[in-house]
């Protein structure tokens, strides 16, 4: 598996611990795209590896607030990547190619570390990071094990544009034949609702749970509370 191999745009690593708990050490990652800096940070187990490791598209949305650790417990990394400096006036199409290639960018970086197991990369996220995260399995469905998408919200993709399918986004889904996992709530809005939906019907290899009862499910923040023995029986047999 090659990663996201960018040629004159390959990303260089670097990060040294600075944190860590109960079984995990978390790492900064710094690497470029284009001359732009993109930053990252990756929360591991305290295990040599290689480790499956899940990047989280949109460091700015519910993925930075999610409890990885219990992730970390299970033997997964999780990488985090940061786009909170999007500025509120970047256009929706401007933002989502950037975030993209920030995305890109973390993967190729984290996937050379001798931690990770270079086979074994998923793609996640929430909210508008689940159409980050497709827009990057689509791309490369060869170098992606699968995607993780929590009440992915897909409501910019028209302004996203793709010049290759009629049915945009939805008809890009077509392209990743590797697994999904869509996570929906009960107590989310009809349009994640039936955003899940959709993805779930759309995607060749998709499988759809529904988490929660109403207000017991507090936000996209609550999410991974509640699905992580999916997410990682998901992993395991991907």
């Known amino acids: 598996m090659g990663i996201f191999r960018h040629e004159e745009k390959r990303a260089e690593h670097e990060a040294e611990e600075v944190l860590g708990g109960a079984g995990w050490h978390e790492l900064p990652v710094r690497c470029k795209r284009d001359g732009r800096d993109v930053r990252a ?14 990047m989280w598209a949109g ?23 940061d786009c909170a400096s999007r500025a509120d006036t970047t256009p929706a199409a401007d933002g989502m190619e950037r975030s993209l290639e920030d995305l890109e960018a973390a993967s190729d970086t984290v996937g050379r570390l001798d931690l990770i197991d270079n086979c074994r990369v998923f793609l996640a996220g929430a909210g508008r990071g689940g159409l980050v995260a497709t827009m990057a399995a689509t791309r490369h469905p060869h170098d992606v094990t699968g995607l993780v998408l ?33 996570c929906r709530s009960e107590g989310g809005s009809h349009r994640a609702f039936d955003d899940a939906r959709r993805a ?24 991974l509370s509640h699905a992580v023995d999916e997410v990682v029986r998901f992993i395991r047999e991907a």
């Open 59 to 81: 460091g700015d949305n519910a993925a930075a607030r999610l409890p990885l650790e219990e992730l970390a417990a299970h033997g997964v990394a999780s990488c985090v990547v």
């Open 41 to 54: 940070r990756l929360l591991a187990p305290d295990d040599p590896g290689p480790l499956p490791v899940i």
């Open 200 to 223: 779930a019907e759309e995607f060749p290899n998709a499988r759809l749970v529904t988490l929660g009862e109403g207000p017991h499910v507090v936000g996209e923040a609550m999410w």
């Open 150 to 182: 929590l009440s992915p919200d897909f409501s910019v993709a028209d302004d996203v544009g793709n010049d290759e399918d009629a049915d945009g986004i939805w008809g890009d889904m077509r392209r990743f034949r590797g697994p999904a996992l869509i």
